[in-house]
């Protein structure tokens, strides 16, 4: 648990770096999970939004490949 808080903690210190992108990101993160939290009487905290953000952006930058396992899986659910 201390890695993913000092993980959000780095990802909070980086934030005047940040570019529009990543803004956008967080901000519809933050509206996304707001209507979760309203329809579905949960509560996140307000680490999960920066975590989330975090991982779309760079998730978003790199090219999407499935496994080999996740490929097996496809051609079974196909059949």
Known sequence: MKFLE???DSFLIQ???T???MEVITVNVQ???????NT??????????????????????SPF???N????IDKSDRA
């Open 6 to 8: 000092s993980l959000t």
């Open 15 to 17: 934030k005047k770096n």
């Open 19 to 21: 570019s529009a992108l």
């Open 31 to 37: 509206e996304i999970l707001g209507y979760l939290e």
């Open 40 to 61: 579905n009487n949960i509560k996140f905290n307000g680490n999960t939004v920066f975590a989330m953000a975090h991982f779309l952006y760079y998730k978003g930058n």
């Open 65 to 67: 490949a499935w496994t």
């Open 69 to 72: 396992e996740q490929k097996k």
